[in-house]
């Protein structure tokens, strides 16, 4: 990727985005945040990467979300995210939330996976490497070790905010009852849990039970992943697995057995509702998600930029009625 062109942003991007405080912090983040999963690897297109990148932070996006392990291979979303950063969005730094995490398998091993200190701060110099960065803003531990001590965890994490590595840190995936200890073990420490991030759709309402009520007691923000349910609730598999999909490529978060008669007719029906709101069925997927107070952003995974279009514009019509949101439970309890 040449520099053929300064990257110039929109100079109304803050105009339309939402901005939701996250949890108690001083930190607010945009309603909608951009995610590095998939489709920002070493196999993927670097120029398609660059354009979506500039195209969310012209939306008002500021919140970019990767993980040390994301691709693939591992590590290469850090590495696209850094070579546009420093050819694009450098000088917006200090406009920008970036996050990196560390939890899942990265490097052979024992000391490559989970969460000891060792990974933890090891794994996050690796990211500040591959990003080009002297710090994040965030730094998450990415899943429960049910193996390290989870005063261990929580240390480390204290450690790479009082290190400079970090100006926040949270956690992912937790359940209520092992966020509350590790919310308590923070705030002991002196460095609080900024925000959990747990995956939350129309599809997988675990947070419902409990989680949503500690973040809110606790004060801390809540970004839900995979609000899309991995493409289940956009228009895309309404027809069918089309070969190009996720789906049908045999992804490991995805496969054809997940998208069930049964699912796609939920689908169907929910499609209708978004209808006659006059959104897309993604877009109701978010505004649904984003409905709950306790819900500061959703993140969101993007191929193309009409998909990030999309899923901002969902922030431009009116709040679910009460009417709109027993609809949708009906079709979700069947």
């Known amino acids: 990727m040449g520099r053929r062109d300064r990257f110039t942003p929109s100079d109304d991007r803050y105009e339309s985005m939402r901005f939701n405080r996250c949890g108690r912090s001083g930190i607010k983040l945009p309603a909608v945040s951009l995610g590095l999963w998939h489709n920002f690897g070493g196999m993927d297109s670097l120029e398609n990467a660059r354009l ?19 691709g693939p291979p591992y590590g290469s979303a850090e590495e696209t995210f ?24 990265m490097w052979p091993g024992p ?13 996050l110099d690796q990211s500040l490497e591959r990003m080009g960065l002297d710090y994040v803003d965030v730094f998450y531990h990415h899943r429960p070790d049910a193996e390290t001590p989870l005063e261990e965890t929580m240390a480390a994490l204290d450690f790479i905010v009082r290190s400079g590595r970090a100006l926040y840190v949270g956690i992912s995936q937790y359940p209520p009852e092992l ?3 590790a919310a308590d073990i923070l705030e002991g420490l002196g460095t609080p849990c900024l925000i959990h991030q747990p995956r939350y759709s129309m599809l997988d309402r675990w ?5 949503l009520e500690v973040l809110t ?18 228009d895309r598999y309404l027809e069918g697995v089309p070969m190009d999909s996720r789906a049908a490529r045999g992804d490991s978060y995805l496969s054809p ?9 939920r ?18 997927a978010i505004a649904w998600v984003l409905r709950q107070p306790g819900v500061t952003s959703a993140l969101i995974g993007a191929s193309r930029c009409e998909q990030i279009d999309d899923a901002v514009g969902a922030l431009g019509s009116a709040a679910l009625s009460s009417e709109e949101l027993s609809a949708i439970d009906e079709i979700l309890a069947r």
């Open 52 to 70: 979506m990148l500039r195209r969310a932070f012209d939306l008002g996006i500021t919140h970019f979300d990767l993980a040390n392990n994301y």
């Open 82 to 105: 850094g070579l546009i950063l420093a050819q694009d969005l450098a000088p917006f730094r200090d406009e920008l939330i970036i996050s990196s995490k560390a939890g899942w398998d």
């Open 111 to 123: 000391y490559g996976d989970w969460g000891s200190r060792k990974y933890l701060v090891a794994s």
């Open 179 to 181: 966020t509350v200890r």
């Open 207 to 211: 947070i419902e039970d409990g989680l």
């Open 217 to 234: 007691d606790r004060g801390i923000g809540c970004i839900v992943f995979s609000p899309l349910a991995q493409g289940l609730l956009t």
């Open 257 to 265: 057995r997940q998208v069930t008669d049964d699912v796609v007719g």
């Open 267 to 284: 689908v169907r029906r929910l499609d209708e509702v978004a209808r006659t709101r006059g959104q897309s069925m993604a877009q109701l």
